[in-house]
Every structure is written in structure tokens, then in C-alpha cells.
């Protein structure tokens, strides 16, 4: 059983800048890649980014490419996930989520995650 709390939303203006940070426990850390996904209000879930195991694989959404950077400290158990020039259409509770190792891994699926936190709000103001 992991289980993860996220932190670092809140609300910031148009152009600016957040750390989120997803603190996991339980389980082997190594042991699962780790996502990011968003829902707004109305909308499905999204696959916002993701990291292997051992952190040296990256995957990113169209959405967040070049803005949004990922990474994680498996001694420390913990993703984050850095965004840069965040818009209004960033706004969105962010979840982290973990997948179990696998050789039919799928960063981009979230029904291939397992566990997720309860979500931190992040507003962005224009």
C-alpha cells in the first residue's frame, strides 16, 4: 500500500511559477513510476507528465511541454513537478499517481496507476 500527499498548489498570476511536490509512503519508492495528471472542473483527467522508476525517462503532455519539468529523489520518496509560464488554462486540481513496475508500463493511461493523492488546487490568474 503507498500512499501520497501532494503540496505546493495555490494561486499565482499569469506567467508565473509553482512547485508541486508529492510526498509518497508505503511501498518501494524505486519500485513505481510516478505521474502527474490534472482535472478542471467538467473535464477528464489529464496526463500532465510522468518519470520511470530510476528517474531517467520523461514524458510530458502536449500541453506542458517546454514549460513543466518533473523529477523525483528516491531517497527523499518524492516527485516534483516544477511549472514555468503557467496560463489560465493551467488551473486544475494536480494529483500524483504511482504505477507498479511493469514491461506493459503506460505513463499516459491513468487506469494503469494504482494510487493517487488527494489532489492540490492550483489557480492561475490572468
Known amino acids: 500500500q503507498v500512499e501520497l500527499v501532494e503540496s505546493g498548489g495555490g494561486l499565482v498570476q499569469a506567467g508565473g511559477s509553482l512547485r508541486l511536490s508529492c510526498a509518497a509512503s508505503g511501498g518501494t519508492f524505486s519500485s513505481y513510476a510516478m505521474g502527474w495528471f490534472r482535472q478542471a472542473p467538467g473535464k477528464e483527467r489529464e496526463f500532465v507528465a510522468a518519470i520511470g522508476w530510476g528517474g531517467g525517462s520523461t514524458y510530458y503532455g502536449d500541453s506542458v511541454k517546454g514549460r513543466f519539468t518533473i523529477s523525483r529523489d528516491n531517497v527523499k520518496k518524492t516527485v516534483y513537478l516544477q511549472m514555468n509560464s503557467l496560463n489560465p488554462e493551467d488551473t486544475a486540481v494536480y494529483y500524483c499517481?504511482?504505477?507498479?513496475?511493469?514491461?506493459?508500463?503506460?505513463?499516459?493511461?491513468?487506469?494503469?496507476?494504482?494510487?493517487w493523492g488527494q489532489g492540490t488546487q492550483v489557480t492561475v490568474s490572468s
Open positions: 499517481g504511482a504505477q507498479p513496475r511493469s514491461i506493459a508500463v503506460s505513463y499516459a493511461d491513468k487506469r494503469r496507476y494504482d494510487y
